[in-house]
């Protein structure tokens, strides 16, 4: 099944302590993207890949790193969090027939 | 600046009564115009792209179109299980392919 997988699906941490949440997707798509949801903002990019060792920052990339050093995998990583950074969080691959979207990670920073 | 925005921000219909949604867009040199519906703490689901003024698609219940300036999303004869929040996407080929999300319509059905 086509799919893009993220973990975990809920995390609850405390404020400076590295987290990285896992995406992975299984269509060899090129690009692939990570937003945050908030109520009231609607979907913003945090960074976005086109492909393996290229990456690029979106609308809201301070706090946040990416990596990309295989094609299915784009984790991204908070190296110190912050409790402004509590949001639902969503990876996604592909691009012009559409996205396929993750189930989210819903972090919460104390 | 590129933008999207969508109307209404929220809708109620009743069972069966159609009704449509808008999304309209500024973007310089748009290379698609996608749709997605999203069901609460869950990702947004591909419905639709759409790439050029005049283009309609449909699926199911659901149909959307494509002018210069706006797209649509027409539900005719809504059921309750088509209760989400419906958004809509727009594509820059200017922008590095930057994909721009509006803030969404959440739709309710009753029964």
């Known amino acids: 099944e086509a799919q893009v997988t993220q973990n975990p699906r809920y995390l609850i941490t405390v404020t400076g302590k590295k987290l990285t949440v896992t995406c992975s997707q299984n269509?060899?798509?090129?690009?692939m993207s990570w937003y945050r949801q908030d109520p009231g903002l609607g979907l913003r990019q945090i960074y976005y890949?086109?492909?393996?060792?290229?990456?690029d920052k979106g609308d809201v990339p301070e706090g946040y790193k990416v990596s990309r050093k295989e094609k299915r995998n784009f984790p991204l990583i908070l190296e110190s969090p912050s409790p402004n950074q509590t949001s639902l969080y969503f990876c996604?691959?592909?691009?012009?027939?559409?996205?396929?979207f993750g189930s989210g990670t819903r972090l919460t920073v104390v | 600046e590129d933008q999207v925005t969508q109307s209404p921000e929220a809708l109620r219909l009743q069972e069966g009564e159609s009704s449509s949604l808008n999304c309209s867009y500024t973007?310089?040199?748009?290379?698609?115009l996608f749709w997605y519906r999203q069901d609460p703490g869950k990702g947004p689901e591909f419905l639709f792209t759409?790439?050029?003024a005049g283009e309609e698609k449909e699926k199911e219940r659901l149909k959307a179109t494509l002018t210069k300036k706006e797209s649509f999303l027409h539900i005719t004869a809504p059921k309750p299980e088509d209760s989400a929040t419906y958004l809509c996407?727009?594509?820059?080929?200017?922008?590095?392919?930057?994909?721009?999300f509006g803030k969404g319509t959440r739709l309710h059905i009753l029964p």
């Open positions: 996604a691959s592909g691009r012009d027939a559409g996205y396929t």
């Open positions: 269509m060899n798509h090129e690009y």
């Open positions: 890949s086109m492909n393996v060792e290229v990456t």
């Open positions: 973007v310089s040199g748009l290379r698609g």
């Open positions: 759409l790439y050029s």
């Open positions: 996407a727009s594509c820059s080929m200017n922008r590095d392919d930057k994909i721009i």
